[in-house]
């Protein structure tokens, strides 16, 4: 039987995992479109998996200037589970290539299972840094 909880944990890994790796098809791999993206008051959403592509290049660029080598899980929670939706609250940190920690943030992740395939639908984030507004060129919805 499966557990919705676990299995949207399970995603949030691997997609964790690519983004270290900065491995675009395995972070897409979880990813359900539309998706969506909420940074401060703005809504940034992309239609296709094409559109987050895109994107990718220019997160890698910022997160090398900000002397970014690896991000990290701090602490996962499911905060509320349904059979096809789960939220996930996580504190996230940001670690240069010595280990040191420079910038922790909250994050909440839906998860969703659309055809058999569980996925992060929607993200929002307190993260402030080079790429806490990536992705601004992508916007379909929000006020600037």
Same mark, same amino acid.
Request: aromatic share 14%; hydrophobic share 35%; charged share 35%.
């Given at each position: 039987m499966s %557990?919705? #909880?676990? %299995?949207a944990i399970e995603s949030f890994e691997r997609?964790?995992? #690519?983004?270290?790796?900065? %491995?675009?098809d395995g972070m897409l791999a979880e990813m359900h479109f539309p998706h969506m993206r909420l940074v401060d008051d703005d809504f940034q959403r992309? @239609?296709?998996?094409?559109?987050?592509? #895109?994107?990718?290049?220019n997160?890698? $660029?910022?997160?090398? #200037?900000?002397?970014?080598?690896?991000?990290?899980a701090i602490s996962i929670e499911p905060v509320q589970v349904g059979p096809a939706k789960v939220h996930l609250a996580n504190r996230m940190s940001?670690?240069? @290539?010595d280990g040191t920690e420079y910038n922790t943030?909250?994050?909440?992740?839906i998860f969703t299972k659309? %055809?058999?395939?569980?996925?992060? $639908?929607f993200r929002s984030s307190f993260l402030k840094n080079a790429i806490g507004s990536a992705g601004s060129d992508y916007l379909v919805e929000g006020r600037k």
């Open positions: %557990d919705p #909880a676990r %299995d997609y964790s995992h #690519a983004f270290n790796e900065r %491995d675009v992309w @239609e296709t998996s094409e559109g987050m592509a #895109a994107l990718e290049e997160v890698t $660029r910022a997160l090398k #200037a900000e002397g970014w080598h690896t991000s990290k940001r670690l240069r @290539e943030f909250d994050t909440l992740w659309f %055809d058999g395939r569980w996925g992060v $639908r």
